[in-house]
Structures are given as structure tokens and as C-alpha cells.
């Protein structure tokens, strides 16, 4: 109780309701531009048929995927549940693979690329293109700040105990803080009786804390936003239908994250 106290004592509060810390964010920054440079992302259709992402650059080995746990075959309807569904998770053994901007485009492209979400195509809808359109990252518990805090104070506590023993209690410590929340959406672009053009957005949770994938419910704010962007400087006119150009679905991935 004392390490704890002294820990947090200068205001520093972390609120450990569930798992889950709850923070007012105050707006999305971009990532560097580094890191846009460095992970870049296109659409394709694979050789069988397939609907699939591509990497150009910034993809992880494919054997690290390997420990992908699929739960269930997503089918992608008209009327989405409203709940989350759980699609994937990482296999427990596998601590290795951690969640960060470069792992979750590696893992998106083998969720999709392996079939884990079954898109729409049937006789009057039809997939043309899914692609990366923006990852979120909603910090957790674990930050830069609050390793140096905890190890910091760890070194005043325990300067007589082994470095081992040290290094056990913190990682028990952290084992209680939560970590960062991805939120992915991709473009599903969908062709309509072979004439209405209609783009669709599907949203992947990436939960860092229990490596856990689920399938998130549908946001019809960030949907207005996507369609606007496309009808502003992807559309192209055919007739009376408007027809959103593939280019709008070769842009690579942007990437933001929450500031509190």
C-alpha cells in the first residue's frame, strides 16, 4: 500500500475500473511522418479471387503470425449486430508479438487475406476492394511515464533485493494496467444490382491487454466522414451513378493516436 501511495501521490491517478482506463480524449493526432512512411499499404484482388490487402512496406515475417487463434467466420450483412463480435485472438504462448501500428497491419492482412471475414458477393452485391483506411490508438495504463514511475520507485523500495526479484514484482505490477486499444477500419467498397457504387466501413478492435480481435459495430459518423471524403476528390461520374475510383483504395493507411 505505502509503494502504491507514494507512487501515485502527486496526483497521478490511474483508474483501474475493469480493466479499462476511462480519460477524456481531447483529439486525434497523426503519427509521425516517419511511420506513415514507413508502413505503406494498397488493395488487391489475389489470384484465386480473393479480396485481399496488400504491403508494400513495413510487413512482419509471416511465420510471427502463426499464432493467430481464429473464433469465428465473420459474415458481413446489411444490419451488423450491435454488439462486438470476438474474431480472433493471439495465442497465449506467443508473447512475442506485441500490438503496435506495424503488428495490427500485418495481423489485418492476414485476417482478411486468410478469410476469417466473409464479405458480401452475391448476385446483387458484390465486393470490388477492401482496404486499410485509419488506425486509432487509445493509450492504456502502460506508458513511457509510468514504466519510469514504477521502475523508479521500485530501485528506492527494494535497493537490498536481487535484481530478479526486482524485476518479478514489476512485472506482476504491470500485469494489473491495461494497455493500448487499437481501433482499425477498412474501406469495403460494394457494387450494387452492377450499378450503385456504395463504400462501407468495418471496424476491428485490437485490445493489447488480453490480445484479444473483435469486430466492431458499425459508426455511421466515421462512415459520413469517409463517404464525404470520397465524393470530394475520388468520384468519377458514369451516367447518373457516381463511381468512387480505385485510386481512393490504393491510399495507404493513416494512423493516429489519442492525446488525453
Not at 512475442?96 to 452485391?125: A, E
Not at 444490382?193 to 476491428?204: F, I, N, Q, S, V
Not at 457516381?242 to 493516429?256: A, D, H, L, P
Request: aromatic share 10%.
Amino acid at each position: 500500500f505505502l509503494f502504491w501511495h507514494s507512487l501515485f501521490k502527486n496526483g497521478r491517478s490511474m483508474e483501474l475500473e475493469a480493466g479499462c482506463t476511462q480519460r477524456k480524449i481531447q483529439k486525434f493526432q497523426q503519427c509521425s511522418k516517419q511511420l506513415h512512411l514507413d508502413i505503406q499499404t494498397s488493395t488487391s484482388c489475389l489470384d484465386d479471387g480473393k479480396l485481399g490487402i496488400v504491403i508494400t512496406k513495413g510487413e512482419i515475417p509471416a511465420e510471427q503470425l502463426s499464432c493467430i487463434i481464429q473464433y469465428c467466420k465473420y459474415r458481413r450483412c446489411h444490419n451488423e449486430e450491435n454488439d462486438r463480435v470476438l474474431l480472433a485472438s493471439v495465442s497465449a504462448h506467443h508473447n512475442h508479438l506485441t500490438f503496435n501500428f506495424y503488428t495490427i497491419v500485418s495481423i489485418t492482412q492476414h485476417i482478411i487475406n486468410n478469410g476469417f471475414i466473409r464479405f458480401r458477393n452475391s448476385k446483387n452485391t458484390q465486393t470490388k476492394h477492401v482496404s486499410l483506411w485509419r488506425i486509432y490508438q487509445f493509450g492504456g495504463d502502460i506508458s513511457l511515464h509510468n514504466v519510469w514511475c514504477v521502475t523508479t520507485r521500485m530501485k528506492a523500495v527494494h535497493r537490498q533485493s536481487s535484481s530478479m526479484h526486482t524485476q518479478s514484482i514489476i512485472k506482476h505490477i504491470f500485469s494489473f494496467l491495461s494497455g493500448s486499444t487499437y481501433h482499425v477500419w477498412l474501406h469495403v467498397h460494394e457494387l450494387i444490382h452492377h450499378a450503385e457504387h456504395r463504400l462501407d466501413l468495418l471496424g476491428l478492435t485490437f485490445d493489447a491487454t488480453t490480445k484479444n480481435i473483435y469486430v466492431m459495430p458499425r459508426s455511421l459518423s466515421l462512415l459520413k466522414k469517409a463517404r464525404k471524403n470520397a465524393s470530394v476528390c475520388f468520384e468519377k461520374k458514369e451516367g447518373s451513378n457516381s463511381i468512387v475510383t480505385g485510386s481512393f483504395f490504393m491510399k495507404s493507411v493513416q494512423m493516429f493516436k489519442a492525446v488525453y
